[in-house]
């Protein structure tokens, strides 16, 4: 019986051989870092990144940061530092057996990756628990990292579903006396040793991986992991064989130290606008709305440092709102050259770190006199903008940096380089799609309202609110071959309903309605599942839940039900209207 040092160099060695007929590194990784901003901050994950969290705390000031600020790639099978610290833990003396795989043609999709500080609220608290099946807890308070990675199977690929594909992570963390550091382990949990499997006992499934690793004391500090995919390809007859396919690395560190000054107060600007002054953080906030779609709103703030980097973001999610406006943000810049001159120097629609997905930020300079110009609008792709309409409240938040440094937040191509963030439902090639299902019916738990949404159906679909969520308008319908749709309400028939149309519920059925009928539909719209017949719809408050069941054919229709709203007599004569608008309309 060979020695574990024995052991451990025939690992090594035979693992290495493998890279001779192989590449090293082949995964892909997504989001892809090709784009930057301004201020050379990349794209480091498809749903929420953020390079560092900086923080004040009594007479302590510091900051946490991603390290590596990227996640990177790490060599198929395994480093030699994994494999040794492998081999010591988890090694043949105790049954375990390591080979290596094939490189993997699908993709690692870090969803979520980044820092959190003592300022941080709710760290973790977006991601996803795959065994509790809902969010993670998030905390405050701590420092730390939060990450989330989603794998993607290519062609040839072994497949989620069968209990075969685990995690192996291995951390080291050094500093952070108060935490016993320094640590060196396989990381499977407190109270799980029998496998060198994270997914044993943490928050981790076959296609996706969670962690949020922190420390409750603002120590000097660093803490980083390997994390490989890999497999049981007989977990009963050999379960100790383990094949190790593509990993990656991560972490994160933290750096504290003691204040000798004052911190900076924030220059008390002037402003065309009340604005409010965070002094802390210096950041210059306004309130607002936008009541119709030709609306432009001006701010502009003066006796700031020229020069100045400022990050500007808009928040149009607030309370009050039944269809958040979709903005649009121009920064103007004075020209140096003609001080009567100011141009337009950047321009954004959809990517504020907060809101609901279609609030703008972007990125920008403090103008030579002193001065920060901005203008908010509506926008939508066909140039109408109805949610402009509903008087949608919003916030408009300026921070100014100290240093190019200061940056925290991700800004997207629209807003000056990055990635541009997709938000479902905005139009109807990329509608918001149902979430659960319950017998026939397709469910849309607590969705934004005012967006496009699709189920699958074939001739027609019935719709009913959940909860307190009441249907108040349908905002638009889809365009494609069928020209026309028609629309129930209980026994009654509304009319019939073509791209471009909207039908105001409220001015109907006094406070809205919780269920109505679409029918009459003769094709399909998009020629996938995805697009098959997208509608868009607002609720009585910005968010709501429902569920959709698809109407096969004339003759198999559920029973039509009777509408529980009362109607009222200007709200008959309108429907009779319709009719005979519709009626007319398609003669």
Known sequence: MLSRESSLVGLITTLLIGFTNQSAIAVNLTP????????????????????????????IEGKTELSPIYVQELPLGGTSGFLQKLESTYGSNLGWSYEIGENLNGSFDIEYYYACGLSTKNCGGNLYDPIARKNVVGVSGIVGAAFQLRYIPGAGDPTPGDNTLHWIQWVTSSGFPSSGDPINIIDTGKDHIETPFYDAAGAAKDELFVDRPLRIIPENGTWNAELYLVEQKDPENNPGKITIYNGVQWGWKNTANRRDEDPPVCPTPKSNKAVNVNNDDCIYSFSDSLYSDSEEDEFRISGLTPGANYYAYVDNDIPGNVCNPDTLLDAYHLDASNTDYYYLANSDDNNSPIGDGLASGLTGIVSVDGSINLNVYATSSDGSHIRGRDGGKYELNIKVLDSEDELEYEVGSSGGGGVSREVAGVNQNNPILPDAREGSWQVFNNVPGCRWYDPETTYGFEFQALGNTRFTEILNFPEGEDDYFTVEVGNEVIGEYGAGDTLDFTSLFD?????????????????????????????NDRRGSFKMRPISAPGSEPERRRVPESVSIFGLLAISARIFYSLRKRS
Request: glycine share 8%.
């Open 32 to 59: 892809s870092r090709a784009g930057w901003d301004i201020f050379n901050v990349g794209s480091g994950a498809s749903t929420f990144y953020k390079r560092q969290a900086k923080y004040k705390f009594l007479e």
């Open 511 to 539: 406070s809205g309605i919780t269920n109505f009928r679409i029918t009459d539909i003769d094709s399909l719209i998009g020629d996938t599942e995805e697009t098959a017949f997208p509608i868009q719809l607002a609720f």
